[in-house]
């Protein structure tokens, strides 16, 4: 039956409101096949609109050129179908399809031409204004290495901007990428000083290639003020592509800090390997990862912790990375008809750092994607709180001072004060020295321990120093704190309560055994199976999230419960237990949408979509899409 118009509209601004990813996808899928379908058709344009989008911004371009020509298809056929938005969206996502001709070989050069030339003919016919025409053309001859690309980025710049071309910061990004991989670094620079606004890609996109350019110009501070920006300008929205992480792996490499670079691969870019993205971004992040490995040669034999490529040495993961880019490459420069790609590939081998000596393996940034959002268990007002910088008379920003006063502290005898300042000063230096951070975490819990500190700040603080410990592949002496917690918690709650005060914090000491044992299971999830301890295990993990996401539940703590449960399902779904990994999953998705966490909600329901999927549900995969 078809939809009435008003519920056409509410379902097609409730997926607008979703995240980018699977269950966005599948659900707009599922939408506008009904729309084509059952009516009403004037929403159909709409419908195939945001589909586009969806693929866009999942890098699924591909998919989005065919959606894109059912579009054209249903314009020639009735434009009066699209209202004035859905003309608008029309000519504005042409950009979009047409600057991924490039992305992959097998479109030609001259299939390329004519879609370029039937764009401007469209534009003309509809009386629009051609500046984004003029910025695909450039961005085709760019990406291909075509000796014209200059002269076409200077009659784009000429022709003006107008409401179908890029929004301000992109207009600087497009122009960084290309900048960069001529070898153009100081313009490059000199581009990004202009740049203004944001978007969901930028203006991460810029300063990351900023980054780049400064350390080919010899400026490691400045790489590095730039690297520090763009993780900043991270915001909910932001979609990451394959390229941009690549050119974020490189850049780190380059300025020396080899293990924050592999960290983003064990962290929330693990799923950009071994295969994400078009054609095109994968090669350009394969040639990013030569580049940034070549410049730590010396550290060959230095173990990388990336499960997803087989745990391969620094030598090996530049080898594999190399030999995928070099089939790619391959690929491109026939379509081209050069040798631009492999040129670049060729020269990333070259690269070579700024910081002199060896620089050591200490990770810097978050856990592996597989520990669900985060290795800590998840904050907000029903999960506890992290450490607080509150210590009298010293600066909030002064990891020096707190450690000054935790060692006054412990010389005084006062433990638990000199475990709290130790925390503090770990906590200031999570974002600059991970390797540091956890050196000061393993000095502040034994003392908070001996100290006597109450279980509620222990606790705390081992929860903040589990991804640092996480991402520095040293993983045990958190592990035996965890479980030492544990049993210390087992302990307190072992004795009935005798009345209503003593019944609360019994409740409350349960709920923080919860977050403990969550705590645990994202721990040893997050250790690479070749850095586990004797005994760890992946379905120990697993046993030790679902312990907790029953707990959770069994205390009313819908939306703790439905991150465990989420854990348990992906690591689940890794050990190919696909209906346990389903049943977890589903637990997910209902927690969240219990607890009103809407995007939460949407990113656990593409899991179980795909689960499903790979168990042959479609049909149930089918019914999960349609409930967004």
């Not at 984004?132 to 901007?161: H, I, M, Y």
């Not at 903040?464 to 991402?471: G, K, R, T």
């Not at 295990?537 to 999230?545: L, P």
Request: glycine share 8%; with cysteine.
């Amino acid at each position: 039956m078809a939809l009435a118009p008003y519920e056409a509209d509410r379902e097609l601004a409730r997926l607008r409101r979703m995240p980018y990813g699977t269950a966005r996808t599948a659900a707009t899928e599922s939408l506008t096949d009904r729309l084509d379908a059952e009516g009403p058709r004037d929403y159909l344009a709409a419908g195939l609109l945001d589909l586009v989008e969806a693929y866009v911004f999942t890098d699924q371009d591909d998919r989005a050129l065919v959606a894109f020509a059912r579009l054209l298809r249903l314009w020639d056929e009735d434009a009066s179908l699209f209202d004035p938005t859905d003309t608008a969206n029309l000519f504005w996502e042409y950009k979009w399809v047409a600057t991924s001709l490039s992305d992959y070989p097998q479109i030609s050069a001259e299939q390329a031409e004519a879609f370029l030339a039937e764009m401007e003919r469209r534009f003309v016919v509809a009386g629009k204004p051609t500046s984004c025409v003029a910025k695909s053309r450039f961005a085709w001859l760019g990406d291909t290495g075509n000796p014209q690309a200059e002269e076409a980025r200077q009659a784009w710049r000429r022709a003006g901007f107008d409401e179908f071309d890029d929004c301000t910061a992109c207009r600087t990004g497009n122009q960084m990428g290309y900048l960069v991989y001529q070898g153009r670094f100081a313009e490059a620079v000199e581009i990004a000083g202009g740049r203004e606004g944001s978007c969901n890609r930028e203006p991460h996109h810029t300063l990351v290639y900023l980054a780049l350019a400064q350390a080919e110009l010899g400026h490691p501070r400045a790489a590095s003020e730039a690297l520090a920006e763009a993780r900043a300008s991270i915001g909910d929205n932001h979609t990451a592509s394959s390229d941009t992480v690549g050119a974020w792996f490189e850049a780190l490499c380059r300025i020396g800090r080899l293990s924050d670079a592999l960290a983003l691969f064990r962290g929330d870019y693990a799923r950009f390997l071994p295969v994400h993205g078009t054609p095109q971004s994968q090669l350009r992040m394969l040639t990013h990862i030569v580049a940034g490995l070549a410049a730590h040669a010396d550290a060959d034999d230095a173990p990388t912790g990336l499960t997803q490529v087989g745990e391969p040495t620094v030598g090996e993961f530049r080898a594999w990375a190399h030999e995928q880019a070099a089939g790619l490459a391959a690929q491109f420069d026939e379509r081209n008809g050069n040798s631009f790609c492999s040129d670049l590939l060729a020269r990333a081998l070259t690269v070579t750092r700024l910081d002199g000596p060896p620089a050591e393996v200490t990770p810097e940034v978050v856990a592996p994607e597989v520990a669900a959002s985060a290795v800590a268990a998840p904050t907000g007002p029903e999960s506890g709180t992290p450490v607080a910088s509150a210590a009298a008379g010293v600066e909030p920003d002064d990891a020096v001072g707190y450690q000054t006063a935790a060692e006054s502290d412990e010389a005084a005898g006062q433990l638990a004060d000199a475990g709290l300042n130790y925390a503090e000063a770990a906590h200031l230096r999570e974002d600059t020295d991970r390797a540091e951070a956890h050196r000061l975490y393993a000095l502040a819990v034994p003392r908070l321990v001996a100290g006597g500190a109450r279980p509620g700040l222990v606790g705390d603080v081992l929860r903040a120093w589990a991804p640092v410990a996480a991402d520095v592949l040293d993983t045990e002496a958190v592990e035996n704190h965890l479980v030492a917690l544990i049993e210390d918690l087992d302990q307190r709650l072992a004795t009935e309560p005798s009345d209503d005060l003593a019944q609360a914090e019994a409740v409350r000491l349960q709920a923080l055994r919860c977050e403990v044992t969550d705590v645990l299971a994202r721990t040893i999830a997050s250790t690479p199976p070749s850095q586990r301890r004797p005994g760890r295990s992946g379905a120990e993990a697993i046993g030790f999230a679902s312990h907790a996401g029953e707990g959770f539940a069994r205390l009313g703590l819908t939306y703790d419960a439905a991150h465990a449960f989420w854990l348990a399902g992906r690591l689940q779904q890794e050990a190919r237990d696909l209906e346990s990994a389903i049943w977890s999953l589903e637990s997910a998705y209902e927690g969240f949408r219990a607890a009103a966490k809407t995007d939460a909600a949407a990113e656990a329901a593409g899991d179980l979509i795909e689960a499903l999927r790979a168990s042959g549900q479609d049909q149930r995969a089918a019914e999960i899409a349609r409930t967004l």
